[in-house]
């Protein structure tokens, strides 16, 4: 594929990431293939029109890198999985990310929640029932069942760590 082919495909990628929400499937080694072609290119370079390419090119990468980190964010905000395939590094980013928010998640010291506005008895996603709570009210850690329950209070900012 030759620069002026890579320049429209690039293109092309970054109309339909901005096309929708969701994030598309793109080969693992997207990143890495872009990058390989392009060292051995800047090469041979020959004329200002293809310094221009090279440019044009980098912006597009940049772009697409910028959106679908933005996806990859959401993905983890709402909990959702990568689709397949996806490059390495974006699969990596979102483990990173999501080991993270799994680990600083439940390293409480605190042992008091504070409830945040009244709320009626929820189902968290284990399917336990929680509540209901009044704004204000404190709640001992102690006296809550299981930690996925706490972690479901603090993530949906039902309550809040005092």
Not at 78 to 105: A, F, G, Q, T, V
Not at 117 to 123: H, R, Y
Request: aromatic content about 6%.
């Amino acid at each position: 594929m030759n620069k002026k082919e890579k320049l429209e495909d690039l293109f092309n990628k970054l109309a339909a990431e901005k096309k929708t929400r969701e994030l598309l499937p793109l080969p693992s080694n997207f990143y890495e293939s872009i990058i390989i072609i392009d060292s051995e290119e800047i090469e041979k370079k020959e004329d200002i029109n293809e310094e221009n390419l090279n440019k044009n090119i980098e912006k597009l990468i940049n772009n697409i890198k910028k959106i679908r980190t933005q996806k990859i964010l959401l993905y983890l905000a709402y909990d959702r999985r990568l689709p397949s395939p996806i490059p390495k590094k974006e699969e990596n980013l979102y483990i990173y990310i999501k080991d993270i928010i799994n680990s600083s998640s439940f390293n409480i010291k605190n042992n008091k929640i504070k409830i945040n506005n009244n709320t009626p008895e929820l189902i968290t996603p284990e399917g336990n029932k929680i509540g209901p709570f009044k704004k204000g009210q404190y709640i001992e850690i102690q006296d809550i069942d299981n930690k996925n329950e706490v972690d479901f209070i603090l993530k949906n900012k039902i309550g809040e760590l005092i």
